[in-house]
């Protein structure tokens, strides 16, 4: 890859990891070295088999690491063409490591203790205000959900849906922004575990006793029936992680 006048080498800056890298820490890795600045918004990243062997690390390492820096914002995946940095990097940097957003399996699991509380909130305060057009779109994520199939990208783009709009139901700007960043914060997590096997299943029986105790106008029951999602969608999440450093 050829770089930019003044722009030093990117793939010359970085250290082998010295042992086979989960995503966490390629990701930081990168981090660190946008994060100096030496890069200029717009600049192409080098292809990822450059970046693999100037990590010492598998393809797929650095793959799952650019897929978290494109959902953190800080770089942008353009199937056919590359990545590249993202405008206005340098302004987002400061809050994404004051964030600690490269996250270990100890940050991630704290993160996933902490979203349990807040999807809860938001499933107790949707079923104490949601009105019959806000069910009937909680009912259309739900269905898009079931019809999904195998098609497991389309199944969790539904299922983050029905969040959001749990969440838009409680009319509550505060939650909802922050139960915003913390998904985003996941979803690279949340994309792995969508490959355990029984998930679709699970999580489609989960939606729907959430649905259930909306609709019914329930708060008790839609906040217990969120927690027992999300007790299993952690226990999901951490297979995910076990696999990952398998």
Known sequence: MSTQPGTPDFTSLLRPVVRESSVSEVAKRLLDHLSEGNLKPGTRLPAERQLADALGVARSSVRG???????????????????????GTSEFLPRAISWGLMLGQRRTRDLVEVRTFLEGMSARLAADRASEADVERLEGHQERMREAGTDVKAFIDAEIAFHLETADIARNTVLSDILHSVRALLQVWVERAGDIEGTVSGTLSEHEAVLDAVRAGDPEAAEAAMAEHMRRASDRLRLSQDADDE
Do not use: K
């Not at 959902?71 to 063409?81: A, D, M, Q, T, Y």
């Open 65 to 87: 690491a650019l897929s978290a820096l494109d959902v953190l914002g800080i770089i942008e995946i353009r199937p056919g063409s590359g990545s590249y940095v993202r405008e």
